[in-house]
């Protein structure tokens, strides 16, 4: 028992007891005991979850995975673990970024497809490949940081795929890539000439952006590992 009224709260005095207390619950037990412990952190800390969302992600993973299958749990984990992983892009913690936006990604991965949705924004990408598309991205950042430049590298074009952007990874399809892009760009400059091409929407301006976030990101990458074609291609890209 320590703290002091009206914020007493029990901890075990040893790590080790801890452990075999836990140990000794049966899976759906644990899985329970988070679900509690989640939805009474959200009852306690309403008006500032975000000060939470490591713990929440925490709760609410192990939860998750409990059985049967709890869709609302799966959702409270995902938005948790995305939250905590901004906060710690932001707070330059990229080991801590990894972890919470890889957890997010490995998590989605356990979903239903229905659960996911697929309504389409723009440019045929739909909401939910937008937001998984970000955790990819967030995950090159950090990665990036941390000088783990292939992975960075993976990251961003599994971030690219869901954008539909796929970069390509041989040499011929490279070179193949870099004439489309020359003659996409060629074919844009003549349309606003011609007062022909439309704007983006704001949704087609929100999948551009990400886009060329994303390439110019990877660039980077293909900068550390010598590769002068790719960063070529990426730099024709963005």
Same mark, same amino acid.
């Given at each position: 028992?320590?703290?002091? !009224? ?13 452990e075999v207390a836990y140990?000794? /619950? ?12 989640? *939805? ?8 500032? /979850? ?39 892009? *932001? ?18 991965? #356990? ?16 909401? #939910?490949? /937008? ?13 990036l940081a941390l000088s ?76 550390? !590992? ?13």
């Amino acid at each position: 028992l320590h703290g002091h !009224e009206p914020e007493l709260a029990y901890a075990f005095g040893h790590a080790l007891t801890h452990e075999v207390a836990y140990g000794s /619950l049966l899976y759906r037990q644990r899985c329970e005991l988070h679900r509690a412990l989640g *939805r009474w952190y959200e009852q306690e800390h309403g008006s500032d /979850l975000g000060a939470q969302a490591a713990v929440l992600a925490h709760h609410w993973s192990h939860a998750a995975r409990g059985a049967p299958a709890d869709a609302t749990s799966f959702r409270k984990a995902i938005d948790y673990l995305e939250l905590a992983g901004v906060q710690a892009l *932001r707070s330059y913690s990229n080991r801590e970024a990894v972890r919470f936006l890889g957890d997010a990604v490995s998590l989605d991965a #356990e979903r239903s497809t229905a659960a996911r949705g697929d309504d389409v924004i723009a440019l045929a990408v739909t909401k #939910e490949q /937008l937001r998984r598309a970000r955790w990819h991205s967030g995950l090159g950042h950090a990665h990036l940081a941390l000088s783990d430049f292939a992975r960075c590298r993976a990251d961003f074009y599994a971030a690219l795929e869901l954008l539909g952007h796929a970069v390509p990874r041989t040499p011929l399809r490279l070179g193949a890539g870099m004439l489309a892009e020359l003659a996409k760009q060629a074919a844009s400059h003549l349309g606003r000439q011609a007062g022909g091409r439309e704007p983006p929407t704001p949704a087609e301006a929100t999948i551009l952006t990400e886009r060329t976030d994303a390439l110019r990101i990877l660039s980077k990458a293909f900068f550390h !590992e010598n590769d002068s074609s790719q960063v070529l291609y990426a730099n024709l890209c963005d």
